[in-house]
Structure formats: structure tokens, C-alpha cells
């Protein structure tokens, strides 16, 4: 079983870093393969909180190759920081690579996501503002610089040189004086280079030779599948695809590479940004879910819209994934609650039902959920760490979803703490299957 994707089955913060941490103890290598620091994953161990942007959920892990593959989008600036920041807390961070055909967040990056924003007003995405749309753009007119041409300062030049006119053009009417300076652009960026060469490598090479020793390799998606660029709620979405078989391309594997596809999914749905949201709680119920769960952004801090479970998007996320399992996390904030509403189907304005996730934007604009409600519990689960812990009432939730979903629950969160989950089935043994 040598290669398992983790993909976010909602809206991204799903808890996808706390289980790529606890499988991670197995793998030879654990690769991120699309996205940039727009993510934010985090681990809780001993109750030391680490949050990480670029660098994979692995690198807690001595020895491990942590590996930015080359569908990520970096902006060095961030990963000098968080490397310099792990290691002033002594983490080993040798064992990171980076794809050197990974492309490169530069500043006009930043003032194109802001300025975007801007100029769509009301009907702004919510971006993070980290210049991931501006750059996957720029990747995709091939006017990208990627991380290999930090390595080479007439290259950077011309290609900085290239890249920048149409930004200025593009900025002029929000920025009468962009600071866009070649040159210093250029010496900043080259620095980054220097500090950062001894990481950058042939990444798909290194993932490969995992692969061939029949090593566990974990493909660390980030974001979620209603953000995919493709499925998801476009256009409020991110500017790659989070989902399973972007792996391939973003690591640089064949499908065969992937032996299973693990979702993680919230007990409850959460979204940060703007766009549709069938089942989002604008009351105090949302509003005690916020507070419980603590939903605040990992990367941004602004604070996370709320919502029931909604079944027709998790079914619609697992079979475009392809999930083998689910990772249901943040059941103990469901805690206290004397029922437990989940979404089966939609309703649309004009009374039309919907079992499925609609494609059309202005029927999902306009999709509210229809609910069943479930018994819940009153008992604080945090201490649980075997299905017969549960209350019966959370087993009979957990089971439902699995019904509904035709996906089996391998695994639960009843707290952020690294050892704050329960196995719903027999603790996998990858490393010895690997
Ligand atoms: P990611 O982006 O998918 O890695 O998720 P984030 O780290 O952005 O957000 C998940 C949040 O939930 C983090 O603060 C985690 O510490 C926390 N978390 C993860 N699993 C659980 C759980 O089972 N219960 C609780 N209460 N918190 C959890
Ligand atoms: P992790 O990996 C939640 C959202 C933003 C916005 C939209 C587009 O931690 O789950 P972008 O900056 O990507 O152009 O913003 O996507 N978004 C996320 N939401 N978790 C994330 O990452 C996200 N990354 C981007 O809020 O709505
Ligand atoms: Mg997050």
C-alpha cells in the first residue's frame, strides 16, 4: 500500500494536517502537491502548536522527506520564515526538497490578488490574498518563474523582466506607483535562492525512488474539494485542485501511484471566503459551533462561516476523489447538542428538490438544505479512544454517514490533540505493508 492521498472533502480545514501527522510516522515521504501557503494545517503535540503554510505536515518527523512538489505554488519568503521558525524550535529540517519546476509567488503576485479583489467589490472571492490566483495564472501563460531560476541570475532577470510590464498595465488604476523594481526584485529574490538551493531537487524523482523501495508515500492535499478550481464552487474557489487525482500531476506520480484516497471531513461543515453555502448556520446555533470549534482561520484568523453536515457535497467529494475511506474530524464539537440536523437533498426557489450537488451556479447560489434530524449526545467524548467509548448516539451518527456516503469511517477526531482520535476500524499497518 504504498502511496495514500489526503484530500480536504469540503471547504479546506478539515483537519487534514492532524491526520497526514499521525500517518506520517510510517511514510518515507510525505509531498505537497498543489496549493501554496493560501493553506494553513495544524498539528498539536503535547500541546505544542505548530502551523504550517508550505512545508508538508511530515517534517515533525526526523529523516522523513518532506517534499513541495512541483505543483505548488511557493512564495520563499514564507517558507525561509517557517523554516527559520521550526528551527529555532529545533526541528531537523534537512529532510525538506522542493521541485525545482515549482512555480514562484512573487510580490506582483500579492498586489494583483488584492488589487483583483478590489476591483470585484461586492462580489469578491475572499481570497487569502497571498497571490496564489496571480501566480497559477501566470503559470498557466507561461510567464512563471519557477524555483529553478532563482538559481540563475540572467534567467531571473529575463524572465522578472517579462513577467512584469503587463503586471504594471494591470496594477496602473489601483497603484499609480507600483513598487515593482527589477533590480531589487531580481537581488531579493536571488537571495532567496541561495538560502533555499541546497533543498531544491527533482522531486518526482525522489517520490519515484520511495515508490520503487515500496516506502509509504502520503500526498498531503491542501484546501478541499468544493475549492477545486474544476468541481468546485466556481468561481468562489481556489486557483488549483485540491482533489486526489491533481496528485499525480502536482507530485509527479502515475494514478497507479495512489492506493487509496482518505477525505477528512468535519463532523459540521465550516467555509472561510464568499460563495454558496447551502447548509451555513446564520444563527446562534452556527454561532456556538464557531465558539466550540474554534473557527477561526488558520491563515487569515477571520473567523469561519458554520453549517450542518451536508451529505449530497460529501457524496459529491467522495466520488470525485475517489475516496476509500473518511476521516471525520471534530466530532467533539458536536457535543451537547440534543439534535443533530444533517442535510439529505436541496431545495431550490422554485420548490424544485435537489438529491445531488447542483453544477449550475445559480441553482447552488440559491440551494438551501432539507434536513433529517438526528439524536445526539450530552456526554463529553474527548476521552474516547475505541468505538465502544462513544456514546451510542455518536456511533449511530458516525455509521449514518458512512451509509449515506457508501464510504467507511476509518477514523474520528474527538479533540485537536495529536492522540485525541478513534480508529473505527482495525489500525492500518502501512508501514509494514509498504
Ligand atoms: P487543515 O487545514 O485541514 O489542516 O485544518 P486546520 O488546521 O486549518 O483546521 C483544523 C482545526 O481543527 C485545527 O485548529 C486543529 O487543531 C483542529 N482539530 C483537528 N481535529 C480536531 C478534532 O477532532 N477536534 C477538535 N476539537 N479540533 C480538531
Ligand atoms: P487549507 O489547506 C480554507 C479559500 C479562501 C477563498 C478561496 C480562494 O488550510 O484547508 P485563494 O487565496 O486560494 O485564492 O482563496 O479559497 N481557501 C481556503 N479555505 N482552507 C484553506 O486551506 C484555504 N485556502 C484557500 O478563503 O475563499
Ligand atoms: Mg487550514
Avoid at 327 to 344: E, H, N, P, R, Y
Avoid at 346 to 355: L, M, N, R, V
Wanted: net charge negative; aromatic share 6%.
Amino acid at each position: 500500500m504504498p502511496g495514500i492521498c489526503i484530500v480536504g472533502a469540503q471547504w479546506g480545514d478539515e483537519g487534514k494536517g492532524k491526520v497526514v501527522d499521525l500517518l506520517a510516522e510510517q511514510a518515507d515521504a510525505i509531498v505537497r502537491f498543489q496549493g501554496g501557503n493560501n493553506a494553513g494545517h495544524t498539528i498539536i503535540r503535547d500541546g505544542e502548536v505548530f502551523k504550517f503554510h508550505l512545508i508538508p505536515s511530515g517534517i515533525l518527523y526526523p529523516g522523513k522527506r518532506c517534499i513541495i512538489g512541483n505543483g505548488v505554488v511557493v512564495d520563499p519568503g514564507v517558507l525561509t520564515d517557517e523554516l527559520d521558525a521550526l528551527k529555532a524550535r529545533g526541528i531537523d529540517t534537512s529532510g525538506l526538497r522542493i521541485s525545482a519546476n515549482a512555480h514562484v509567488i512573487m510580490p506582483y503576485h500579492l498586489l494583483l490578488d488584492t488589487a483583483g479583489e478590489a476591483k470585484l467589490g461586492k462580489l469578491q472571492i475572499g481570497t487569502t490574498r497571498r497571490g496564489i490566483g496571480p501566480c497559477y495564472a501566470d503559470k498557466a501563460a507561461r510567464l512563471g518563474i519557477r524555483m529553478q531560476d532563482l538559481l540563475d541570475e540572467r534567467i531571473l532577470k529575463k524572465k522578472i523582466t517579462a513577467a512584469i510590464d503587463p503586471k504594471r498595465l494591470s496594477l496602473r488604476p489601483y497603484d499609480k506607483d507600483p513598487s515593482l523594481d527589477l533590480q531589487s526584485m531580481t537581488e531579493a529574490y536571488l537571495t532567496y535562492g541561495h538560502r533555499l538551493e541546497r533543498h531544491i531537487a527533482d522531486t518526482a524523482r525522489i517520490v519515484w525512488d520511495a515508490l520503487d523501495a515500496d516506502k509509504l508515500v502520503l500526498y498531503e492535499g491542501a484546501q478541499g474539494a468544493l475549492l477545486d478550481i474544476d468541481h468546485g464552487t466556481y468561481p468562489f474557489v481556489t486557483s488549483s485542485n485540491p482533489i486526489a487525482g491533481a496528485a499525480c500531476v502536482g507530485a509527479g506520480v502515475g494514478p497507479k501511484d495512489i492506493h487509496e484516497v482518505w477525505g477528512i471531513a468535519k463532523a459540521y461543515v465550516t467555509r472561510v471566503g464568499s460563495g454558496p453555502f447551502p447548509t451555513e448556520l446564520d444563527d446562534e446555533v452556527g454561532e456556538e459551533i464557531r465558539t466550540r470549534g474554534g473557527e477561526f482561520g488558520t491563515t487569515t484568523g477571520r473567523a469561519r462561516r458554520t453549517g450542518w453536515l451536508d451529505i449530497p457535497a460529501l457524496r459529491y467529494a467522495s466520488r470525485i476523489n475517489g475516496l476509500t475511506s473518511l476521516a471525520i474530524t471534530k466530532l467533539d464539537v458536536l457535543s451537547g447538542f440534543q439534535k443533530i440536523k444533517v442535510c439529505m437533498s436541496y431545495s431550490g426557489p422554485d420548490g424544485a428538490e435537489f438529491e445531488n450537488f447542483p453544477y449550475h451556479q445559480s441553482v447552488l447560489h440559491h440551494a438551501r438544505g432539507e434536513y433529517v434530524e438526528l439524536d445526539g449526545w450530552t456526554e463529553d467524548i474527548t476521552e474516547c479512544r475505541s468505538p465502544s467509548d462513544l456514546p451510542t448516539a455518536a456511533r449511530d451518527y458516525l455509521q449514518f454517514i458512512a451509509e449515506k456516503t457508501g464510504v467507511p469511517v476509518m477514523l474520528v477526531g474527538v479533540g485537536p490533540g495529536r492522540d485525541q482520535i478513534v480508529w473505527m476500524r482495525d489500525v492500518p499497518e502501512l508501514a509494514a505493508a509498504a
